[in-house]
């Protein structure tokens, strides 16, 4: 039983942790692609849009980048219908999330050889769905019958079986929502404000980014809550902060700038403003997500005492499937701790990389929020050559099984 104490702290730090953790780097990703599409132009959408061959190979090449901000540009791209389902897998396979920092800093020798391996298979996975399908088509339906109730009704995967993209009416889609104009006597105020909040949120992401970065390099410590002029306080202040700016960015702010919608590529921006406030309000909806992943995780560890380290230690040879089948939950909560045993040396080599290439991290939330069956197709598709890769890696590089000890 879970006291009313420790269901506060622990509503306290997820809510903290998220935004420092996950939320500060996966802005600075989406920033950094915001702006080269402002600076070119759109081209680079454009170009993807007229190289379909190459498209697996730039969603892996976004899904390697650390953190999840750069498989999680691919998710619109899909449901606009610029690139093909291969891709998204391509870009969810190769992430690693945010426990891809954990690794790099505590044991980056094992980071080359797991992101190594994620990458490769990862290309070959997409182009695999992309060329012959692999039964992609028996899944969508599958889903489809259980799916259809977790959906707002607004899209429909209408080719996922084919191996291609999900392709949405976007005009039309667009002609239907608020393009960030309030309305009634106090929209003026809420739209100053909201361009206040705005403002804001980047001002604490940068704080939180200093602060994520310091927390990485001293090894992922405890952090306690508290408001001090040190790390802990830039930690705290930054994450609780960071995120109640988040939600109301998400909830409140977008019906009065930006265009009142997220999960959106854009083709262009009309100015460096516009390219912050979008990267912005595309995180935002991350945040949401990333905080609810979160007290998901953390209040189900408590609740019904799952000890992930214990489990993994004791699971022997069925240490790839398991950490390929942790892969499945959304968000970088338990893929972070699943890193840090294996930095301990609680789990072997083959482990880490199927979990590597299974989870999608938070780059999965997005596309959740708009086209709930893709999503889980996806998912299942991330986590078949993880299960692959794993278990021959367990089989065929012995050494490799014992773990930290000895990759590290």
Not at 19 to 40: H, P
Not at 132 to 148: E, H, K, Q, T
Not at 248 to 276: K, P, Q, W
């Amino acid at each position: 039983m879970i006291g009313l104490q420790e269901a506060i702290d622990i509503f306290v730090f997820s809510v903290r942790d998220g935004f420092v953790q996950v939320s500060a780097f996966v802005a600075i990703t989406v920033l950094l692609f915001s702006y080269i599409q402002y600076r070119t132009g759109g081209r680079i959408v454009s170009y993807l849009e007229s190289h379909e061959r190459m498209q697996p190979i730039a969603g892996a090449l976004l899904g390697l980048t650390p953190g999840c901000g750069g498989a999680i540009i691919a998710m619109p791209l899909y449901i606009r219908g610029t690139v093909s389902f291969g891709t998204v897998v391509a870009a969810l396979a190769a992430t690693a999330g945010d426990s891809a920092f954990v690794i790099l800093a505590l044991a980056p020798k094992a980071a080359a050889y797991a992101y190594a391996m994620a990458f490769v298979a990862a290309i070959l996975f997409g182009y695999a769905i992309d060329i012959w399908g692999l039964g992609v088509g028996r899944v969508d339906r599958a889903v489809n019958r259980i799916s259809r109730p977790m959906t707002d009704g607004g899209f429909t995967t209408t080719n996922v079986a084919d191996g291609g993209p999900s392709i949405p009416n976007y005009e039309m889609d667009q002609s239907c929502h608020d393009h960030g104009h309030g309305t009634g006597d106090d929209s003026g105020l809420l739209t100053t404000i909201s361009h206040g909040v705005h403002v804001l949120w980047w001002g604490v992401a940068v704080a939180g980014l200093v602060a994520g970065v310091l927390y990485l390099v001293r090894g992922a410590p405890e952090v306690p809550l508290e408001f001090a002029p040190t790390f802990f306080g830039l930690f705290t202040i930054a994450g609780l902060v960071g995120t109640t700016a988040s939600f109301y960015l998400h909830f409140v702010g977008r019906r009065f700038i930006g265009e009142g919608e997220a999960g959106r590529i854009r083709d262009d921006f009309t100015s460096a403003y516009e390219t912050f406030q979008h990267a912005a309000m595309e995180t935002s909806m991350v945040t949401v997500w990333v905080i609810a992943a979160y007290l998901i995780y953390e209040y189900s560890i408590v609740i019904f005492s799952i000890d992930i380290g214990a489990i993994a230690a004791a699971a022997g040879v069925l240490a790839p499937i398991g950490g390929a089948l942790l892969g499945l939950i959304p968000g970088c909560a338990p893929q972070i701790v699943f890193a840090q045993v294996y930095a301990q040396g609680g789990i072997p080599f083959s482990a880490l990389t199927a979990n590597a290439i299974s989870q999608d991290g938070d780059a999965l939330f997005p596309l959740m929020a708009i086209d709930m069956k893709a999503a889980i197709v996806a998912t299942i598709y991330t986590t078949i050559p993880a299960l692959i890769v794993g278990i021959v890696l367990y089989a065929v590089w012995p050494y490799a099984r014992f773990g930290f000890g000895v990759i590290g």
